[in-house]
């Protein structure tokens, strides 16, 4: 049976842009697609796939304290993303290379709300640097 305490939350997740902690980033994704070609042989009445090329890409959002994003402009960066919880087994660090924008937002508000920045992005490899193992 599932222990609940080891379920991990969100909560002590981290991000590192070029080494710098977004203490204002309240969430991240990355996710890698890999695009598969169909394959139809004599003989075989089943469709076989041949693995193709890979395509990353990625969110990371939060709250805009600096204008480091706008700065930064479409130049390459490196995310690392550290996912940990004091109840699980342990913590995940990943890192996302050759990270680059789609679009800068250079303005998005609201007079009396907090403003939220968003950054889409491609990247270009990953390693898992920390991986998390049950005990």
Known sequence: MLDASRVILGTYGQAHVDGVWQTNINKLE??????????????????????????????????????????RGFNRFEIITKLDDPEAFGHESIRLIRCTPDKIQLANWTAGEEVQEETTFTFEGYELLDPIVAN
Do not use: Q
Not at 56 to 68: A, E, P, Q, R, W
């Open 30 to 71: 990355a996710s890698v697609e890999m695009e598969k070609r169909e394959l139809n042989l004599v003989g075989n009445e089943w469709k076989v796939h041949k693995r193709g090329i890979k395509k990353g890409t990625g969110t990371m959002s939060g709250y805009k304290v600096t204008s480091d994003m706008i700065r």
